[in-house]
């Protein structure tokens, strides 16, 4: 049998540049707002977020990071505690992702968010509030200087500094290991799911009734 995660590509480094994204408790609703959810695909989702925080109600630009020309090409967001909480919407990492998002450092995640990006393959690291505060303002003083994010050693190196970062323990084994995409896991053991599900007398009937009424 092949390996299953052999389609998988483990996440266990991801470098670029980062783009800081200031204050506490932003929630999923900030990150992408309810009316631009109404879509069949997660395509396109990338141009709105953070829409209400980026732009008036007579769509004018305000000052915020993702209108920085500076910080277009950013793929590393340095945030502040507590970000993604609110409801558990997974188009909030779907839109960070398509405008560009490859990894998420932050003094902490709400934890279904912080699920819902493992799903995509972004890493969401943490450190201590001087630490992460240190890193904004550096990101700030050097737009295009690269971030290194090591998910397997727990590091992130800028500049001349390497600093100590914590990624929860499964997290970590997913993203290293290859075994994140869920989706991707479930259709490469079908054959093992359906070969369970013949022998749970449960569903075996539920498929007799089925077969019964056609």
């Not at 999923?28 to 959810?37: S, Y």
């Not at 909480?85 to 490859?102: F, K, N, V």
């Not at 690291?125 to 700030?140: K, P, S, Y």
Request: aromatic share 8%; net charge negative.
């Amino acid at each position: 049998m092949s390996d299953p995660t052999e389609d998988i590509p483990s996440v266990d480094y991801v470098e670029g540049s980062g783009i800081p994204i200031r204050g506490n408790d932003i929630d999923t609703d900030q990150i992408i707002p309810a009316r631009f959810m109404k879509v069949v695909t997660f395509d396109g989702l990338g141009e709105f977020a953070f829409f209400d925080l980026r732009f008036d109600d007579e769509d004018n630009e305000k000052d915020h990071p993702f209108n920085e020309e500076r910080f277009q090409d950013s793929n590393v967001m340095v945030v502040n505690n507590n970000f993604g909480c609110g409801s558990s919407r997974e188009h909030a990492p779907q839109a960070l992702m398509r405008w560009g998002i490859d990894a998420i450092i932050g003094e902490g995640f709400a934890e279904i968010f912080a699920g819902n990006c493992l799903a995509l393959g972004i890493p969401t690291v943490t450190a201590d509030h001087e630490t992460i505060n240190a890193l904004q303002q550096w990101v700030d003083d050097n737009p295009d200087g690269e971030i290194e994010v090591d998910v397997r050693a727990e590091t992130v190196t800028y500049g001349d500094n390497e600093i100590n970062v914590s990624v929860d323990r499964a997290q970590r084994e997913a993203l290293v290991e290859g075994n994140w995409d869920t989706t991707a896991l479930m259709k490469a053991n079908r054959n093992a799911i359906e070969e369970t599900a013949s022998q749970l007398p449960y569903l075996d009937q539920t498929r007799s009734d089925i077969e019964a009424d056609d």
